[in-house]
C-alpha cells in the first residue's frame, strides 16, 4: 500500500523555520519532521512513498538525493572513473520515495488527484507532512477494510488552545482546566482512501481535499471515522515546533513508535 504525504504548503504560521525551507524539512531532534512521519509507517510495514511537492520542493529532492551520502560511511573514487562505495546499511534500506512536484499554489485536492497516476493498488493512504501521532497504523487499515466504505478519516480529540473556565451565576471560577481535551472529534488526517475515491476529486488545483470531495463521501455515507485517543499533534507554530523539540530532547516523544535504539 502506498502512502502520499502532502508536503507542499508554505507553512506562514511557522515562518521562523520555513521562511528558508518547507515545514517537512524543519528538524526535531536534528530529523526532519518528514523522516519521523515516514518512520512511523514504515515501522508497520508501510515503506512506499508519494510526496506531493509545492514550496520549496526542490529542497525534498536534494534531501532524498543526498540521503545515502548523508546517512552512511563512504568512499569515493575521483576522476573519470569516479565511484562510490557506501559502508553500512542505514535503517531506510527499503524506502521507496516518489517525489512529485504538484504546484505551488495547488491546494490538498489537486495534489493528490495529480499523484493519481502513481497510485495502482485498491487502497491508498494520505496524510499531512505536519502531524505527528502514535496511531496504530495497522490497527487503523484493519479498521477500513472491516467498514467496507470508501474512506476512513482518523478522529482525534482536539486540545483547546486556552484555558477554560467553569463559572457560577456570580461569576466564581469553580474549575480551571489548562487546555483540556475538548468534547468533540476532529480530523488528524491519516486517512485510508479506495482507489475510487479519487474520481470524487477534481483535476482543478484549487480542489481542496477537506471540502467537497469528503463533504460529498460523507453525505453518502462513505465516509468513517477511526477514533484515536493517543497522542496527535500538528506542528503550526513556532512555539509548537519547541515543544516537539523538547519532547524528543527528553526521550519522551510518544510518536517514536520505532526501535528505539534507532535514536541517534
Given at each position: 500500500?502506498?502512502v502520499?504525504?502532502?508536503c507542499?504548503?508554505?507553512?506562514?504560521?511557522?515562518?521562523?523555520?520555513?521562511?528558508?525551507?518547507?515545514?517537512?524539512?524543519?528538524?526535531?531532534?536534528g530529523?526532519?519532521?518528514l523522516?519521523?512521519?515516514?518512520k512511523?509507517?514504515?515501522?508497520?510495514g508501510?515503506?512506499?512513498?508519494?510526496?506531493?511537492?509545492?514550496?520549496?520542493?526542490?529542497m525534498?529532492?536534494?534531501?532524498?538525493?543526498?540521503?545515502?551520502a548523508?546517512?552512511?560511511?563512504?568512499?569515493?573514487?575521483l576522476?573519470?572513473n569516479?565511484c562510490?562505495?557506501?559502508h553500512?546499511?542505514?535503517?531506510?534500506?527499503?524506502?521507496?520515495?516518489?517525489?512529485?512536484?504538484?504546484?505551488?499554489?495547488?491546494?490538498?485536492?489537486?495534489?493528490?488527484?495529480?499523484?493519481?497516476?502513481?497510485l495502482d493498488?485498491?487502497?491508498f493512504?494520505?496524510?499531512?507532512?505536519?502531524?505527528?501521532?502514535?496511531?496504530?497504523?495497522?490497527?487503523?487499515?484493519?479498521?477500513?477494510r472491516?467498514?467496507g466504505?470508501?474512506?476512513?478519516?482518523?478522529?482525534?480529540?482536539?486540545?483547546?488552545?486556552?484555558?477554560?473556565?467553569?463559572?457560577?451565576?456570580?461569576?466564581?471560577?469553580?474549575?480551571?482546566?489548562?487546555?483540556?481535551?475538548?468534547?468533540?472529534?476532529?480530523?488528524?488526517?491519516?486517512?485510508?482512501?479506495?482507489?475510487?475515491?479519487?474520481?470524487?476529486?477534481d483535476?482543478?488545483?484549487a480542489?481542496?481535499?477537506?471540502?467537497?470531495?469528503?463533504?460529498?463521501?460523507?453525505?453518502?455515507?462513505?465516509?468513517?471515522a477511526?477514533?484515536?485517543?493517543?497522542?496527535?499533534?500538528?506542528?503550526?507554530?513556532?512555539?509548537?515546533?519547541?515543544?516537539?523539540?523538547?519532547?524528543?530532547?527528553?526521550?519522551q516523544?510518544?510518536?517514536?513508535?520505532?526501535?528505539?535504539?534507532?535514536?541517534?
Open positions: 500500500m502506498k502520499v504525504i502532502l507542499g504548503g508554505q507553512g506562514t504560521r511557522l515562518r521562523e523555520e520555513t521562511e528558508y525551507r518547507p515545514k517537512p524539512l524543519v528538524e526535531i531532534g530529523y526532519p519532521i523522516w519521523h512521519i515516514m512511523s509507517y514504515a515501522h508497520y508501510l515503506h512506499n512513498f508519494i510526496l506531493c511537492l509545492g514550496y520549496r520542493g526542490t525534498i529532492k536534494e534531501y532524498f538525493l543526498s540521503y545515502e548523508m546517512n552512511s560511511d563512504f568512499t569515493i573514487c576522476g573519470k569516479s562510490i562505495d557506501y553500512g546499511r542505514h535503517a531506510e534500506q527499503d524506502y521507496q520515495v516518489t517525489l512529485a512536484e504538484t504546484g505551488l499554489e495547488t491546494m490538498t485536492g489537486g495534489r493528490v488527484k495529480q499523484v493519481g497516476r502513481y493498488d485498491d487502497t493512504m494520505v496524510t499531512y507532512g505536519d502531524g505527528l501521532s502514535d496511531l496504530d497504523l495497522r490497527a487503523l487499515m484493519a479498521f477500513h472491516a467498514h466504505r470508501l474512506a476512513t478519516v482518523t478522529a482525534v480529540r482536539p486540545i483547546s488552545r486556552f484555558g477554560i473556565l467553569d463559572l457560577d451565576g456570580s461569576s466564581r471560577v469553580r474549575d480551571f482546566s489548562e487546555k483540556p481535551k475538548l468534547d468533540g472529534w476532529a480530523s488528524a488526517g491519516f486517512f485510508v482512501f479506495d482507489r475510487r475515491v479519487l474520481d470524487y476529486i483535476a482543478d488545483p480542489c481542496v481535499l477537506e471540502r467537497e470531495p469528503l463533504e460529498k463521501l460523507s453525505r453518502e455515507g462513505q465516509l468513517v477511526y477514533r484515536h485517543e493517543g497522542f496527535f499533534f500538528a506542528m503550526d507554530t513556532y512555539r509548537e515546533y519547541l515543544y516537539l523539540n523538547d519532547l524528543w530532547a527528553k526521550r516523544a510518544p510518536w517514536a513508535v520505532w526501535d528505539a535504539g534507532e535514536r541517534v
